[in-house]
C-alpha cells in the first residue's frame, strides 16, 4: 500500500544543524516557548475568573506548532480544532489579539465573540478553531478544494485529534479528497486520549497512519515531542502534495500535559506516565539541542525567554484594559447581506 515509513535525518552542516540555520532554531524556540507561557497565564487567567467557558490548552504539543512555521508557507490555509490557542500563535495572531478573545473583549481577534474555541484571521490564512468534534476535516478539505479551483500553490493543513479520527466524516472527506486530488495535509494530532479515552480502548487500529490505506493515501508517523522530526515529516508531506500528487496524512505522536479542559482532573492517566513524557519535553529537548550545537549561547536564550515574558505580561494587561463588546455587537457578524437581482412579493 502506499504507506511510508518514517525518515530519521542526521546530516551535519556547517554552520548549522540537521541542515537548518541559525534562525530556524530561534524561531522554533520563541514560538513554542510563546505558546507554553502564553497558555500557563491563560491557565492562570481563569483560575481568578478572568476567562470563562470552555479552555483547552496546547501545553506538551508545542513542537506542533514550532514545525508549521518551517515547514509550511504563511499563505497556506489552517483548520484546526479547539486546542488551538497554540496554532494560532504560531500563524502570527498576536498575544495580545488572542488574549483578548479568551477575556470575552472587542479587542480580541474575534471580537471577544469566539473565546477559547474560535479564532478565525482571514489575514493569517486561518479557519479556527472548531467546536464540533471532527467537523473541521470536511471544511478543510473544502478550503483544498477552493485553493485547487483557483490554481494556488497553496495547501490546506487540516488538523484533528485522535478522538476526531473516528468520524465518518473523515473517511468521507478521504474519499473525495484523494479521488480529486486535493492538495490536503492531513494531520492526526495523536496526544493518546480523546477527551478521558484512550485509543486503544476505542479501536483496534490504534497507528493512525493507517487510516488513509483503504483510499491509498500516503501516510506516515512522527514523534511530535521533536520538533527537528516534525518539521522534515511535514516538509516531506507537503513537498508531495505541491507536485500534484494529492493528499498526505501524517500521524504527529504528541501527549498534552493537562487534561481534555480545565475542568479535567485527568485521572484517567497515572502520574509515571505522565512524568514519563515530560522526560522528553518538546521545549526542553529543543533547548539542550540549540546548546549542545552551539547555535545559541544560553544567555541569549534567557533573553528570548525575558521578552516572552514580558510579551505576555502585556497581553495580559491589554487584555484587562480593553473594552467588552456592546450590546449592538450581538447583530453584527452573523449573516452576508446580499443584493439578488430580484424582488420578493
Avoid at 153 to 166: K, Q, V, Y
Wanted: net charge negative; aromatic share 10%.
Amino acid at each position: 500500500m502506499a504507506q511510508v515509513k518514517e525518515k530519521k535525518t542526521s546530516k551535519e552542516v556547517s554552520g548549522s544543524a540537521n541542515g537548518l540555520d541559525v534562525t530556524t532554531y530561534r524561531q522554533w524556540y520563541e514560538t513554542m516557548m510563546r505558546i507554553r507561557r502564553f497558555e500557563e497565564r491563560a491557565l492562570k487567567m481563569y483560575s481568578v475568573n478572568k476567562i470563562r467557558g470552555f479552555l483547552h490548552v496546547y501545553i506538551g504539543q508545542e513542537a506542533i506548532a514550532g514545525a508549521i512555521t518551517s515547514a509550511l508557507r504563511p499563505t497556506d490555509p489552517i483548520v484546526t480544532a479547539y486546542r488551538q490557542h497554540g496554532i494560532a500563535l504560531c500563524r502570527g495572531i498576536s498575544s495580545k489579539a488572542c488574549m483578548a478573545e479568551l477575556f470575552g473583549k472587542e479587542t480580541g481577534v474575534n471580537k471577544g465573540k469566539g473565546g477559547s474555541m474560535h479564532f478565525f484571521s482571514k489575514d493569517h490564512h486561518y479557519f479556527g478553531g472548531n467546536g464540533i468534534v471532527g467537523a473541521q476535516i470536511p471544511i478543510g478539505t473544502g478550503i483544498a478544494f477552493a485553493e485547487q479551483y483557483k490554481g494556488t500553490e497553496n495547501i490546506c493543513l487540516t488538523m484533528f485529534g485522535d478522538g476526531a479520527s473516528r468520524q465518518g466524516a473523515l473517511h468521507e472527506s478521504f474519499n473525495m479528497a484523494m479521488t480529486w486530488k486535493l492538495p490536503v495535509l492531513y494531520v492526526v494530532e495523536n496526544n493518546q486520549y480523546a477527551m478521558g479515552t484512550s485509543i486503544s480502548r476505542t479501536s483496534n487500529v490504534t497507528d493512525l497512519s493507517k487510516l488513509g490505506l483503504s483510499y491509498d493515501m500516503p501516510s506516515s508517523s512522527v514523534d511530535g515531542m521533536d520538533v527537528i522530526k516534525t518539521h522534515y515529516a511535514m516538509a516531506e508531506a507537503a513537498a508531495h502534495i505541491r507536485s500534484g500528487k494529492g493528499p498526505y496524512l501524517l500521524e504527529i505522536n504528541t501527549y498534552r500535559y493537562r487534561g481534555h479542559s480545565v475542568s479535567d482532573p485527568a485521572k484517567y492517566r497515572t502520574t509515571e506516565e505522565l512524568e514519563r513524557y515530560k522526560e522528553k519535553d518538546p521545549i526542553e529537548q529543543l533547548r539542550d539541542y540549540i546548546l549542545a550545537h552551539k547555535l545559541l549561547t544560553n544567555n541569549e536564550l534567557e533573553a528570548i525567554d525575558k521578552a516572552i515574558a514580558q510579551e505576555i505580561d502585556e497581553a495580559e494587561a491589554f487584555a484587562e484594559n480593553s473594552s467588552y463588546p456592546p450590546a449592538s455587537e450581538l447583530f453584527t457578524d452573523n449573516y452576508v447581506q446580499e443584493d439578488y437581482p430580484f424582488t420578493r412579493d
